[in-house]
């Protein structure tokens, strides 16, 4: 049904108009998660990262033929106008397949790392281990190649080679990915600080950026990532406008590569300009 109002509207003319009037005075940031090699026909697709490298490919070349796009810094700088790309949960399919596509374009990326799955690798995130028991799927049965493509973590040194290329920037999006407005303040502090210690003890590089797992915060949690040193933080596409605009910045959910679904994404009637000063 969103397919089709989106056919609907673009070949109407509505969202191109709509949309170079909104990206010609705005800043947009986009958030993807994980981007696979294939999709699997033995693996139920809810379980499987939303696109593949193909359908990543096909979001940028199409991005690039109208869009500028900007570094975490540039959305802070009000003559900046275009689209920041982020990408949540670090994991390994992040330096194996969007990496590489990115570097060739020249595109900026910012990746918030949740940084268990690092630090132990077959240790995966909670999500991904309540949807394999949603679908009774035993973790051990799947191969190296499928688990790294989907599952795992980024290493170490692949996180080390990101922040050290001139292009890309690595954020927090906690160690195990809770939600963290369901902890005590004892434990949302150990949430942000243990991750941006551990991401800026291995890239000696600070870590000033953080990604609220599955969206949640409240005011609590804005305290408690301001004082853990961060520097903005990032929602999703729904926020609480708590009038804190440097830690309650929005972003565009990316699931499709189908033209019709990005341009109704990239439209004024879908989202608002993020406001970070």
Known sequence: ?????????????????????????????????????????????????????????????????????????????????????????????????????????????????????????NNWLSFIKQNMKKYTVNQDILSADLKIDYFDGLTKDQIIKIANNPLHTIGSHTVTHPDLTKLSVTNIDSELINSKNYLENITNKPIEYFAYPYGNYNKIVIENVKKAGYKAAFGIDKINFFGESNFEIPRIGIYDDSKYYITAKLSVLNQKSVQAK
Not at 10 to 15: A, K, L, T
Not at 22 to 49: T, W
């Open 1 to 121: 049904m969103k397919i089709f109002f989106s056919k609907l509207f673009y070949y109407s003319g509505i969202f191109n108009i709509l949309k170079k009037v909104n990206l010609s005075n705005n800043k947009f940031i986009l958030m993807f998660h994980g981007v696979s090699k294939n999709k699997s026909n033995s693996l139920n697709q809810h379980l499987q990262p939303h696109l593949d490298i193909k359908q990543f490919e096909n979001i940028i070349k199409m991005l690039n033929e109208n869009y500028c796009f900007l570094k975490p810094d540039e959305i802070f700088n009000n003559k900046k106008k275009g689209i920041l790309l982020t990408f949540d949960d670090g994991f390994q399919n992040n330096y194996n397949n969007v990496i590489p596509i990115l570097n060739s374009y020249d595109i900026p990326g910012l990746f918030f790392i949740s940084t268990q799955h690092v630090i132990e690798p």
